[in-house]
């Protein structure tokens, strides 16, 4: 649980990191620059989609967020005595375990493949390239 919970806090750091990075990019794009405004903002509903979900509350669909906050939230009822562990926290954290894998995944695909895609444009335009920090 512990190094879901790790996982799960790193990419949403990684994820706002480069959201906030991305709004500064498209914020510095001139009216002339119509596809790379396009590409921006095709990666920032990505990760939109990937923070958020489709809105769920539980399932395969929840977002990041939502997730990293319920795995979180199981941990602590683990962490918090010496019992047996309740079977509602277990069933909450399998459950947004497997919904933050698959956001992880969605993400580790957007890092991999359009992030590299959209930096070197960004570099063609002479703008500064997204970092992931």
């Given amino acids: 649980m512990f ?10 750091a990684e994820l706002h990191s480069v959201q906030e990075a991305l709004t500064a990019v498209a914020d510095k794009l001139g009216p002339q620059q119509v596809a790379l405004k396009a590409t921006v903002s095709l990666i920032q509903d990505g990760i939109k989609k990937i923070l958020d979900g489709n809105g769920a509350r539980s399932g395969d669909a929840l977002g990041l967020q939502l997730a990293s906050s319920d795995i979180a939230s199981a941990l602590r009822v ?26 992880i995944a969605e993400w580790s695909e957007i890092k991999t493949l359009r992030l590299p895609d959209l930096n070197n444009a960004l570099k063609q335009a002479n703008q500064r390239p997204i970092s992931i920090e």
């Fill in 3 to 12: 190094a879901e919970a790790i996982r799960s806090r790193q990419a949403l």
């Fill in 78 to 103: 683990v962490e918090s005595g010496n019992r047996t562990v309740p079977s509602q926290a277990l069933a909450v954290f399998d459950e947004s375990e497997r919904a933050a894998k698959l956001r």
